[in-house]
């Protein structure tokens, strides 16, 4: 089977390509050199000389909350563009297959329960990361309307929870929350510092997946594709605080110090934690469990940044 996987050199597409699975299958990898996905015509291009039978798209701009409060305009103009680039073109070219990988920021703030596939567009979105959630929203409608109007193209939407691990963003302005982690306390042991500092009160609870179980949801997705929903969620099932992942990941390196916490930095929603339902019906669920991720990640990092 030939695959496109876009943002082959993202934290998504580099582990996808470091599973073991994807041995089963010939990838088309480009570099955004190789084929800018901001060219809609470059795409067409690509699509009709490679003719893949399914398209991968998981590349996008991505940050945390500080890079997402910055800049929300370049969020939501970049990932729209990419997202209506890519399936509009393979919807062009006739490619039958394609696979979207969306994110859990596309549903309504503050929900108390998990977050059902049919929350979408039920409820205002959290407002620091407005613009990456809504350039989300759009490609999910439009591949969902795609299958629904033309019965010969399937294409579906994977919505995974917050991830980590190997090829990550470690750096303070674009980091998400447990690569930012790793590097504070980190950088805390080594300098001898005898504090690290949370943003908020330490209450807000997140869902966190190891990048390496999503990987093998990506090439299990593209082996039963037919079977696959058309809108599925992927995660955990189980959230932590967001005091419980600095506990975490302070036991994992070796911290001794104390938490500060700053109530005056924003925090985002306070809870966001995916309904699984579907993708256990399925037949899937995630076997890396957190501490066992945070030690990958971690030496990932020590590999990399020291």
């Known amino acids: ?14 582990n996808a390509l470091a599973h073991t699975n994807a041995r089963h299958f010939q990838i088309l990898g480009p570099t955004r050199q190789e084929l800018d996905l901001l060219d809609f015509d470059a795409i067409v291009d690509f699509l009709s000389k490679n003719k893949p039978d399914v398209i991968i798209h998981a590349a996008g701009r991505v940050g945390g909350i500080k890079a997402n409060i910055a800049d929300p305009y370049g969020f939501l103009s970049e990932n729209l563009r990419l997202g209506t680039n890519v399936i509009t073109a393979a ?10 990988l969306g994110s859990s920021c596309i549903y309504p703030r503050n929900r108390n329960v998990p977050l059902q596939e049919t929350d979408i567009l039920t409820g205002a979105l ?5 613009g990456y959630a809504l350039s989300k929203i759009l490609a999910i409608r439009m591949c969902d309307y795609i299958s629904k109007q033309f019965k010969e193209l399937n294409y579906k939407s994977i919505i995974p929870c917050n991830l980590y691990g190997p090829f990550d963003k470690f750096d303070g302005e674009n980091a998400h929350l447990i690569p930012a982690i790793i590097h504070k306390i980190h950088e805390a042991v080594v300098n001898g ?3 690290v500092t949370i943003w908020g009160d330490g209450t807000v609870r997140r869902e966190f997946m190891f990048v390496g179980d999503l990987a093998g949801l990506i090439w299990e997705a593209c082996d039963r594709f037919e ?9 955990l099932g189980q959230d932590y605080t967001i005091e419980e992942y600095y506990d975490a990941v302070g036991n ?7 938490f500060v916490f700053d109530s ?10 995916n309904c699984i339902k579907k993708s256990i019906e399925w037949g899937w669920s995630p076997s890396t469990d957190l501490i066992q991720g945070i030690k990958k990640t971690y030496d990932y990092y020590k590999g990399v940044y020291n």
């Open 126 to 130: 959290e407002p620091t990361n407005e």
């Open 227 to 235: 079977s696959l929903p058309t809108i599925m969620n992927a995660g």
């Open 252 to 258: 994992v390196i070796g911290f001794q110090g104390r």
């Open 1 to 14: 089977m030939r695959i496109l996987l876009t943002g082959a050199s993202g934290m998504v597409g580099r």
């Open 193 to 195: 510092n005898s504090s």
């Open 264 to 273: 005056a930095q924003p925090v985002g929603m306070k809870k966001k934690l």
């Open 91 to 100: 919807k062009e070219c006739g490619i039958s297959r394609l696979l979207n």
